[in-house]
Nanobody, 112 residues
């Protein structure tokens, strides 16, 4: 069964940086639009960033200029570099790896 495994979350101070990784065991990783979603406490899950197989990217307005999504198809891994983090970036971040394929989620907390 294909799995997605996220890593790199944690607690960081405002203005700090984190790099999330999402690794998959699947063989179809490279053909899908994949991305990162975030669910803040009491809110619905929302798109943070996505990347096409060709490398085109799309970001939520709140992430533009601070976050960078990338993928390494050979390593079957996706990344989210998050800089200048704000308290409102706090939430559980989910990796989306294609139709019906989600990671288990990883906590990111931005707090003094």
């Amino acid at each position: 069964q294909v799995q997605l495994v996220e890593s790199g979350g944690g607690l960081v101070q405002p203005g700090g940086s984190l790099r999330l990784s999402c690794a998959t065991s699947g063989s179809s990783f490279s053909i899908y639009v994949i991305g990162w979603y975030r669910q803040a406490p009491g809110k619905q899950r929302e798109l943070v960033a996505q990347i096409t197989p060709a490398g085109s990217t799309n970001y939520a307005a709140s992430a533009k200029g601070r976050f960078t999504i990338s993928r390494d198809n050979a390593k079957k891994t996706m990344y989210l570099q998050m800089n200048s983090l704000k308290p409102e970036d706090t939430g559980v971040y989910y990796c989306y790896g294609g139709p019906g394929l989600w990671g288990q989620g990883i906590q990111v907390t931005v707090s003094p």
